[in-house]
């Protein structure tokens, strides 16, 4: 990135993601100021920053925050659930931001995530997408670590490749996991760790199936990116799989050498696939 | 159906169709001989009937007992789980038959089931439809019970049509669950009583979802036709679901009465569907 430096908010959820965007934005120049959703990001890792909690609906609270703290940039990142309406409780502006939500509510995540990427650049902010910051935590495609795919295990990541972008077209998930040309479970609502527990249940004899995961064509990138972590090796492993395939460029890392690591340790191939090469053979 | 008396052969999976087809038959004027795959049949259920139990690697003896009963036609009904080829340990002539599946081993299930009935077709056998006996458990578009879809519901089956026929052309599964535009889970191999529990974990607020079973495109109807029971409609009820819409003379329901009644129970509504109705607006 070539900005000027200015405060970044980022607006965190959970897991580590956040702290690594706060580095990478002061390592750029910039400062960072951090909103926290309560329940979501982890205490721990905002505590070294200048941030605040804040309930989800709070939004009026958010955006007065930002403004407090010259906020020009946004970056939104780390999981958070899609909340229940009910337990939302919007303050004023919460509400209103609902309304203007409006049908995209109640649309996929796609359309919700879009929406919201929209009215915040609409209230005067540039919504920044996480890879900019992280860009060495993308990887290129090829192989990391060790472990390279064999042909069958090439063919299962083509399946899953059609499979994976058929879904996406449909806003449904991001991934699926593929056997010996077999799909074993792919993934709605419930997420990548609970798609895989489900896939060791349904394994099949045979050579391990692999996990594929990609971002949703016309995907929000400022919102939702494909994330992979140790954890997801760990629980692939722990599913039979031999390896994953994730999109290059299009996919956190949560920690790239970690990741490296858990799967020679682990005996997985990881490696990051352009997908327009991964068709299906007619 | 208009055929000869003559006997028929059930190869008979799990739960309580398989008796069902065999009440049919007789009813139909023909005799009836049941294999149960061992492991998967119940033995309540084939205890009236002449019968044997067969492990699933055993062709040569299936066949050749259905050859010393006469069997001409064949019926394949009640589910047995995609059998290990480890676990398979087939026989001679289960050897043979697993060479001629070849590469259809490690299709997807629609491309097993239809090279297991083509080749029971080719050692002379008519592989029928178990809905060809069963056709008063076949229902014909329209509303079971008291309950019917309001517009949301309405909305929500029409988006899962498009969903589930997106993931059958990809012989995926049969189903998903909708709830309020919003897809809570898809099924593949773990079954849909799997994916109804799954998708309780993810309910939304607001009104509850819906379940879409449909056939899926090009998909081999002797061999594993869409199944409901009372045991769906329990499940459907206790994920939060308002109803479930099936495909209309492509599903078969276990017991269409004890349906009825316990959707009434449960406040849920039952609607055959002809999916080519139900395309999403444009």
Redesign the interface.
């Known amino acids: 990135m070539t900005t000027e430096p200015t405060t970044v908010g980022i607006l965190a959820g959970g897991g580590p993601l956040p702290a690594k965007v706060a580095e990478a934005a002061r390592a750029a120049g910039h400062s960072v100021f951090i909103i926290g959703f309560e329940g979501f990001a982890e205490p721990d890792v905002l505590a070294p920053w200048l941030h605040e909690c804040v309930r989800l609906g709070a939004a009026g609270r958010m955006l007065s925050l930002l403004r407090a703290h010259g906020c020009s940039d946004l970056v939104l990142i780390g999981p958070i659930r ?1 909340p ?4 939302l409780c919007p303050d004023a502006e919460g509400a209103r931001i609902l309304a203007r939500l409006g049908k995209a509510l ?4 796609d359309g919700l995530l879009a929406a919201l990427v929209r009215i915040l650049g609409e209230e005067g902010f540039r919504v920044r997408g996480a890879h900019e910051f992280l860009s060495h935590s993308v990887a290129r495609p090829g192989v990391l670590g060790r472990y390279t795919p064999d042909a069958q295990a090439l063919a299962d990541i083509r399946h899953g490749v ?2 994976t972008q ?2 996406g ?5 991001q991934g ?1 996991v593929v056997q ?11 997420g990548t760790d ?1 798609m895989l527990a ?2 060791g ?2 394994r ?3 050579e391990g199936g692999v996990l594929v995961k990609l971002l949703k064509p016309g995907q929000e990138k400022r919102a939702d990116m494909p994330t992979i972590g140790p954890v997801t090796l760990r629980n692939a492993h722990a599913a039979g799989l031999r390896g994953i395939a994730f999109e290059a460029a299009h996919t956190l890392l949560t920690d790239m050498q970690a990741c490296q690591t858990e799967a020679d340790r682990l005996g997985l191939f990881l490696i990051a696939i352009d997908p327009a090469t991964y068709v299906q053979p007619a």
Chains 1, 2 share one sequence.
Request: with cysteine.
């Open positions: 899609r229940s309406l009910r337990s109640f649309a996929g995540d059609a499979v058929a879904l077209r449909l806003d449904i998930g699926c010996n040309g077999v799909v074993l479970a792919v993934e709605a609502m419930e609970a489900r896939s249940l349904c099949q004899p045979g």
